[in-house]
């Protein structure tokens, strides 16, 4: 089946401008998680939606960052007023949450150059 | 707060020798441990994970790990490096108690099979 999908795969912006970020998780996977990979560096968490519940926020860097999971699917993460330290390989993972051992499958990333 | 370790930034080893990738964790309670590789330009895969039962646990592409809970380590390993292996390996840990909260990723090692 379809894994976990990305888009845009890359993003060139200006210093300032707002950016978008979408991925689409795998179907029925009800977990879904943002990360950020700065180069060679590891993974940075972001935030954690869990079905219903109210996300866990506690990773995001700056209110510059939002993020928002319409109908349990398709999440968007939001950069506003992006800086240069934003850029990095945005990875987003979804899992079917049932016990928490659930294996999280990755997206392949939008790489985000901001100038 | 949990916390993940991994103690080599880089391990370079010959092809048809045995590799160990290391991992230490820092976790409240019983932990859920997972390993992830990263082949260049690609998103995170998943390799194998612990969550209860035998301590060895065998995963994909012939890797396994043998999760040692005096010693709190998890570290990965292969009988005969394949060129192939060449990456950046991630272990991460959840913690079974309240695990609502979301995973927490090593550093990641960067492994080079040298032909």
């Known amino acids: 089946g379809a894994g976990v999908s990305q888009s845009p795969s890359n993003k060139v912006t200006e210093k300032g401008k707002d950016v978008e970020l979408r991925c689409d998780p795998i179907?029925?996977?009800?977990?879904l998680y943002w990360y950020r990979q700065s180069l060679g560096q590891g993974l940075e968490f972001l935030i954690y939606?869990?079905?219903?519940?109210?996300?866990?926020k506690s990773g995001l860097p700056s209110d510059r960052f939002s993020a928002e999971r319409t109908g349990g699917s398709v999440s968007t993460l939001t950069i506003q007023r992006t800086q240069q330290e934003d850029s990095a390989v945005y990875l987003c993972?979804?899992?079917?949450?049932?016990?928490?051992?659930?294996?999280?499958?990755f997206g392949p990333g939008t790489r985000l150059l901001v100038l | 707060a949990q916390s993940v370790a991994q103690p080599e930034d880089q391990v370079n080893v010959a092809e048809g020798n045995p590799l160990t990738v290391k991992c230490t964790y820092s976790?409240?309670?019983?932990?859920?441990l997972f390993w992830y590789v990263q082949y260049p330009n690609r998103g995170l895969q998943f390799l194998l994970k612990?969550?209860?039962?035998?301590?060895l646990v065998k995963g994909s592409y012939g890797f396994e790990a043998e999760f040692n809970k005096s010693q709190t380590s998890f570290h990965l390993k292969k009988p005969s490096a394949l060129v192939s292996d060449s990456a950046l390996y991630f272990c991460?840990?959840?913690?079974?108690?309240?695990?609502?909260?979301?995973?927490?990723f090593g550093p990641g090692t960067r492994l080079s099979v040298l032909p």
């Open positions: 993972a979804s899992s079917p949450m049932t016990s928490g051992g659930e294996t999280q499958y």
């Open positions: 179907s029925g996977h009800t977990a």
């Open positions: 939606f869990q079905g219903n519940s109210a996300p866990d």
């Open positions: 976790v409240s309670g019983n932990p859920y």
């Open positions: 612990y969550i209860t039962g035998d301590n």
């Open positions: 991460a840990v959840r913690p079974t108690v309240n695990y609502g909260q979301n995973f927490v």
